[in-house]
């Protein structure tokens, strides 16, 4: 149950990390609840300090990003996001095997999002690894890629041995209360977009009957 989206391209994340470059950051807490809550035994990595205007410029560059992927909200059946921690791995950083808050900024999340702002050729170490069941899975995709998972998944960032690490986190709330429609709901979408991009071509009158299919799903199972 893992998914990517396209948010960001190039300009966008050009004018993002030369704001990182000149931006102030804070040492990253263990709770978000609790400001003064560090141990980088647990969590080491830094926060772009949100009164900054780097930090409302990059907050702007992302929302556009999201607002320009029009299938994001639709697919994912989003309600609300949080506003993005802005966060940076630098060498040694880390987060130790964790499960997401049940509701992070007031909402309850569903989804758990990182989205990744620059490439992974730029440092060494630092993958996603999240656990499915017994199997663990990592990540480390190219930058302006949003991976969005359930939250209540365990993961942890393994430590960054080069470079820095910048990734974006988020967290949203579904439409869709039910775990098993949720993904249901969301894989039904993410296959209209496969069908969409296989053919282009396609008559309305042949992709209108799915998105049907799935408005209704949305309609009778979604929290409007």
Known sequence: ???????????????????YDKAEFTQGTVSQRDENNVDTSVKDNYVMSQHT?????????????INDAISFRSTFVVKEMTVPQL????????????????TVQGLK???????????????????????????????????????????????????VT??????????????????????????FGKSIERLLKEYPDAPQEVLVPFEQVRTNFVREYGNL
């Open 87 to 102: 966060t940076e791995y630098r060498v040694g950083g880390k987060y130790n095997p964790h499960i997401d808050n049940i």
């Open 109 to 159: 999340a569903h989804h758990s999002i990182t989205l990744f702002l620059n490439d992974p050729d730029e440092y060494e170490g630092g993958e996603l690894v999240i656990t499915d069941g017994d199997m663990p899975f990592k990540f480390k995709q190219k930058a302006g890629t949003a991976l969005v998972y359930p939250t209540g998944y365990m993961h942890y960032v393994a430590p």
């Open 1 to 19: 149950m893992f998914y990517e989206c396209e948010i960001l391209n190039e300009q966008q994340l050009t004018h993002i990390n030369d704001l």
């Open 53 to 65: 205007s780097q930090f409302r410029k990059s907050l702007e560059l992302i929302q556009q990003g």
């Open 162 to 187: 080069s470079g820095k690490r910048r990734v974006a986190l988020m967290w949203a709330t579904s439409l869709i209360e039910d775990f098993f429609m949720r993904h249901q709901i969301l894989n």
